[in-house]
């Protein structure tokens, strides 16, 4: 078994004429999967119920004989002109109240029932020709769904809210306790007077706007339930996927995941972003983690630039390799690319691609044919696994809760997550990501970060987890809000005071731009008056109003450890405190790694990975603690 290689082919962009040139330099390349027909709705299905499959039919089966395997697409990203000419209501509203028209891609409403209709049949149709072809290796159904418009409040939009809400809460008085709509005159006589959280003159309800994000991506997990059923029903044994975006706001993955026969993710680091490769190493451990270990596959990246950022640097070649690799190396079983044959035309012709419009005499294309080449060493790493003592807590609610109007400070749920990330990756400790529902059995080490919004029963693990002997760490900005938004029962932190040993006297922000005085270092971002109940203090804040209050404590509990922290130290800081917790674990240390190289295990092959310019001599020791 090799490691997948290839990316989305769009051959429809194309005279017939160029596809024996792409087959060849596909095989050239060793390229052994391309996903086809993303964007083909047009193309397949002209006018409504007439379908043309010829040019399909035909590339499917050169791409066969040339031993290339088809992701074969729904097709249904993009709806064509004459849908919406024909039923403009499918056209999707945004917050400000503004109908987004045609011409570009996405425009639909995820609720909209001629959408979905019309959607099921045309993967109905393309499941009946396709289902048995012998190029077809797997399933992709619609595209990044939300990475546009996740968000839709046209009236059917509103209609359906009502129906989730009333599914969720039975009666309008039970909306109306959750809600908290006792607060400015928001009680609602019926459901039928609620719509969707549109523009409002001041903040709308948090309850409110929280559950029409939950059930935003419901709606879209809904559209790619309907359209998996369908192929499902005619293709049983093909398996099915459909592309994420890393660490999305707008789509819950957790509830996606166990949907998903195979996990893939589509990935763009920005090359001139000195931390990419630590972000992308974040979203390859979290893709692994939404496999639940199992092998997940780099769906798109790009060769070299993208066209959609201000100024689109190029991605150097061996940027492009290491990043490639590190994905392999996180437990990728494919590496694929946006897309194989640069277009000329339309909103992406500026866009990279495995092939470029320079051609093969070309820096670009050289790194794309020895990759292709080079993985084929990597093919006995395919299917290891990749095996993290450190989980990191990861909720979707606490994202949307947190970052919504009206709380304490513009927090960036991500920043929290990537700070406590840092130290990790740069010591070469692989790390996973859970929910609070996860087992946390297997790990020796669990952060909590800006976990804001949970129901305090589902902190005991966390607190059992200490108990038989974990070490656990807990920072400022978790356990504040139910999951309702309501503020947590028995003050902040709820059960978790216990655990940690303290208690939350007052929050006291940090201004923007300025920082805290802390024993050893400084602390960002955060910082709140904290009392130890019975809790050891390992560092103070040592400035203004809080000097003297802790800053980072730590208790016994049971066989483990519970830390606190009252703020986000500065990384060196951090890294030394991280290191202490990381010994107590009893989790091997990696003595040795330069700064900017990575180093992680899959299967019995540990990567070393090079992220800056030049070579790097590395000799890696591995400590045991
Ligand atoms: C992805 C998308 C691709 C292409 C790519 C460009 O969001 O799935 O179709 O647009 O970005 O970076």
Same mark, same amino acid.
């Given at each position: 078994?090799? *490691?997948?290689?290839?990316?989305?082919?769009?051959?429809?962009?194309?005279?017939?004429?160029?596809?024996?040139?792409?087959?060849?330099?596909?095989?050239?390349?060793?390229?052994?999967?391309?996903?086809?027909?993303?964007?083909?709705?047009?193309?397949?299905?002209?006018?409504?119920?007439?379908?043309?499959?010829?040019?399909?039919?035909?590339?499917?089966?050169?791409?066969?004989? /040339?031993?290339?395997?088809?992701?074969?697409?729904?097709?249904?990203?993009?709806?064509?002109?004459?849908?919406?000419?024909?039923?403009?209501?499918?056209?999707?509203?945004?917050?400000?109240?503004?109908?987004?028209?045609?011409?570009?891609?996405?425009?639909?409403?995820?609720?909209?029932?001629?959408?979905?209709?019309?959607?099921?049949?045309?993967?109905?149709?393309?499941?009946?020709? &396709?289902?048995?072809?012998?190029?077809?290796?797997?399933?992709?159904?619609?595209?990044?769904?939300?990475?546009?418009?996740?968000?839709?409040?046209?009236?059917?939009?509103?209609?359906?809210?009502?129906?989730?809400?009333?599914?969720?809460?039975?009666?309008?008085?039970?909306?109306?306790?959750?809600?908290?709509?006792?607060?400015?005159?928001? $009680? &609602?006589?019926?459901?039928?007077?609620?719509?969707?959280?549109?523009?409002?003159?001041?903040?709308?309800?948090?309850?409110?706007?929280?559950?029409?994000?939950?059930?935003?991506?419901?709606?879209?997990?809904?559209?790619?339930?309907?359209?998996?059923?369908?192929?499902?029903?005619?293709?049983?044994? *093909?398996?099915?996927?459909?592309?994420?975006?890393?660490?999305?706001?707008?789509?819950?993955? $957790?509830?996606?995941?166990?949907?998903?026969?195979?996990?893939?993710?589509?990935?763009?680091?920005?090359?001139?972003?000195?931390?990419?490769?630590?972000?992308?190493?974040?979203?390859?451990?979290?893709?692994?983690?939404?496999?639940?270990?199992?092998?997940?596959?780099?769906?798109?990246?790009?060769?070299?630039?993208?066209?959609?950022?201000?100024?689109?640097?190029?991605?150097?070649?061996?940027?492009?390799?290491?990043?490639?690799?590190?994905?392999?190396?996180?437990?990728?079983?494919?590496?694929?690319?946006?897309?194989?044959?640069?277009?000329?035309?339309?909103?992406?012709?500026?866009?990279?691609?495995?092939?470029?419009?320079?051609?093969?005499?070309?820096?670009?294309?050289?790194?794309?044919?020895?990759?292709?080449?080079?993985?084929?060493?990597?093919?006995?790493?395919?299917?290891?696994?990749?095996?993290?003592?450190?989980?990191?807590?990861?909720?979707?609610?606490?994202? $949307?809760?947190?970052?919504?109007?009206?709380?304490?400070?513009?927090?960036?749920?991500?920043?929290?997550?990537?700070? $406590?990330?840092?130290?990790?990756?740069?010591?070469?400790?692989?790390?996973?990501?859970?929910?609070?529902?996860?087992?946390?059995?297997? &790990?020796?080490?669990? *952060?909590?970060?800006?976990?804001?919004?949970?129901?305090?029963?589902?902190?005991?693990?966390?607190?059992?987890?200490?108990?038989?002997?974990?070490?656990?760490?807990?920072?400022?900005?978790?356990?504040?809000?139910?999951?309702?938004?309501? #503020?947590?029962?028995?003050?902040? #932190?709820?059960?978790?005071?216990?655990?940690?040993?303290?208690?939350?006297?007052?929050?006291?922000? *940090?201004?923007?731009?300025?920082?805290?005085?802390?024993?050893?270092?400084?602390?960002?971002?955060?910082?709140?008056?904290?009392?130890?109940?019975?809790?050891?203090?390992?560092?103070?804040?040592?400035?203004?109003?809080?000097?003297?209050?802790?800053?980072?404590?730590?208790?016994?509990?049971?066989?483990?450890?519970?830390?606190?922290?009252?703020?986000?130290?500065?990384?060196?800081?951090?890294?030394?405190?991280?290191?202490? %917790?990381?010994? /107590?674990?009893?989790?091997?240390?990696?003595?040795?790694?330069?700064?900017?190289?990575?180093?992680?295990?899959?299967?019995?092959?540990?990567?070393? %990975?090079?992220?800056?310019?030049?070579?790097?001599?590395?000799?890696?020791?591995?400590?045991?603690?």
């Amino acid at each position: 078994m090799t *490691i997948w290689f290839g990316g989305d082919y769009n051959p429809e962009q194309w005279p017939e004429s160029v596809w024996d040139e792409d087959i060849a330099l596909m095989q050239r390349a060793r390229v052994t999967l391309v996903t086809v027909g993303v964007f083909s709705w047009a193309k397949l299905e002209p006018s409504e119920g007439v379908y043309t499959f010829g040019w399909l039919d035909r590339i499917m089966d050169k791409l066969h004989a /040339a031993g290339i395997r088809v992701d074969l697409a729904t097709a249904t990203a993009s709806p064509p002109p004459w849908l919406t000419h024909r039923y403009p209501e499918v056209l999707p509203v945004t917050e400000n109240g503004v109908r987004l028209q045609v011409g570009s891609r996405q425009q639909y409403c995820p609720s909209s029932p001629v959408y979905r209709r019309l959607a099921q049949n045309l993967v109905t149709a393309i499941v009946d020709r &396709y289902a048995s072809h012998p190029a077809l290796e797997m399933w992709h159904i619609n595209n990044e769904y939300g990475c546009h418009l996740s968000r839709c409040y046209c009236d059917v939009s509103a209609a359906a809210f009502r129906v989730w809400l009333q599914r969720r809460y039975r009666t309008i008085d039970q909306l109306n306790e959750t809600w908290g709509t006792a607060f400015w005159s928001q $009680w &609602y006589g019926s459901f039928d007077e609620v719509y969707t959280p549109s523009r409002a003159p001041y903040y709308r309800n948090p309850g409110q706007v929280l559950d029409f994000d939950r059930f935003s991506s419901d709606e879209l997990l809904d559209c790619f339930r309907e359209e998996a059923a369908v192929v499902r029903a005619g293709s049983p044994r *093909i398996p099915l996927t459909t592309n994420f975006m890393g660490f999305f706001k707008p789509v819950d993955y $957790w509830a996606w995941a166990s949907e998903l026969d195979l996990i893939c993710d589509d990935s763009y680091p920005d090359p001139s972003d000195p931390r990419s490769p630590m972000l992308a190493a974040m979203s390859r451990d979290l893709m692994r983690s939404l496999a639940a270990g199992k092998p997940w596959i780099l769906m798109e990246q790009a060769a070299s630039a993208v066209n959609w950022r201000d100024i689109n640097v190029a991605k150097p070649a061996g940027m492009m390799r290491a990043l490639s690799l590190q994905a392999v190396a996180r437990g990728a079983d494919g590496v694929l690319f946006f897309q194989w044959r640069q277009s000329d035309r339309g909103g992406e012709r500026f866009h990279s691609a495995m092939l470029p419009h320079a051609g093969t005499e070309t820096v670009s294309w050289r790194a794309i044919e020895a990759l292709g080449h080079e993985l084929d060493q990597h093919s006995d790493v395919v299917e290891g696994a990749v095996v993290a003592s450190v989980a990191m807590v990861f909720e979707w609610d606490s994202w $949307w809760s947190l970052e919504q109007d009206g709380v304490p400070a513009r927090l960036s749920y991500l920043a929290l997550l990537q700070a $406590w990330y840092l130290p990790f990756f740069e010591a070469g400790i692989t790390v996973d990501f859970v929910t609070t529902q996860s087992d946390l059995s297997g &790990y020796s080490l669990v *952060i909590v970060a800006g976990l804001f919004a949970v129901n305090p029963s589902e902190l005991s693990p966390l607190h059992d987890f200490a108990d038989r002997g974990g070490q656990l760490i807990v920072s400022f900005q978790s356990a504040i809000v139910d999951r309702t938004g309501r #503020l947590m029962p028995g003050g902040f #932190l709820g059960p978790l005071a216990g655990t940690l040993g303290v208690r939350i006297d007052e929050f006291t922000p *940090i201004a923007a731009g300025t920082s805290a005085e802390v024993e050893g270092g400084i602390g960002s971002l955060w910082a709140e008056r904290i009392v130890s109940i019975d809790s050891e203090i390992l560092v103070r804040f040592t400035d203004g109003d809080l000097a003297g209050s802790p800053a980072v404590t730590r208790r016994r509990v049971g066989q483990g450890t519970a830390h606190y922290f009252a703020t986000m130290p500065d990384p060196e800081l951090l890294a030394t405190l991280i290191q202490g %917790i990381v010994a /107590a674990a009893g989790i091997p240390a990696r003595e040795g790694i330069p700064s900017g190289t990575e180093v992680v295990k899959r299967g019995t092959v540990t990567y070393v %990975i090079n992220h800056r310019e030049g070579t790097v001599d590395v000799e890696v020791m591995e400590r045991s603690n």
